[in-house]
């Protein structure tokens, strides 16, 4: 059951409105009555082990994070065996939905791809290495100011050098 504008979770967050609806959950618009800012609030709708661990993965490899075009995780609880982690808003709009609207001129392009490959170096650069797994135009956000942000981590992985090795098959069972 989605969450009603008007909730206060944590005694701190006031729901406004839900932004989005994913497979891994929702996401709502909310209003930080603590530090007086609007922040994203993500809640899993999983409730199942798998699901639970990779949504605190995900928080926890977030909130590490430290990158002009990444979003912060500033916050992940569990209240009423729901868990949720709270992050930067980012106001804008994806750049799917973008090049639906309009196409982008060439200098638009390079300069969103230039962003998107220095967050990309950041990540792969971290030990361990961060895989992001589903860079799509949907999943970058083009905030007001023209800055472009890379969301949406729900199946990033840590990159682990000991389950891969050079030159491997993958063989289906």
């Known amino acids: 059951m989605p969450l009603q504008s008007g909730s206060i979770l944590e005694e701190r967050y006031r729901i406004e409105s839900q932004l989005g609806k994913g497979g891994?959950?929702?996401?709502?618009?909310?209003?930080?009555q603590s530090l007086q800012i609007r922040v994203a609030v993500k809640e899993n709708l999983n409730l199942n082990p798998k699901s639970e661990r990779q949504f605190r993965r995900e928080a926890e490899l977030l909130a590490s994070l430290r990158h002009p075009n990444l979003p912060r995780v500033t916050d992940y609880f569990i209240l009423e065996e729901r868990q949720y982690l709270v992050m930067d808003y980012i106001e804008g709009e994806d750049l799917h939905l973008l090049a639906q609207q309009r196409p982008p001129t060439v200098e638009e392009v390079l300069t969103w791809s230039d962003a998107v490959c220095d967050a990309l170096t950041y990540l792969h650069s971290r030990q361990p290495p961060i895989i992001h797994r589903d860079i799509k135009p949907a999943n970058l956000k083009l905030q007001p100011d023209g800055t472009v942000i890379l969301v949406d981590f729900g199946i990033a992985k840590v990159f682990d050098h000991a389950q891969t090795s050079t030159g491997a098959r993958g063989l289906t069972p």
């Open 24 to 32: 891994m959950g929702e996401v709502y618009l909310a209003y930080d």
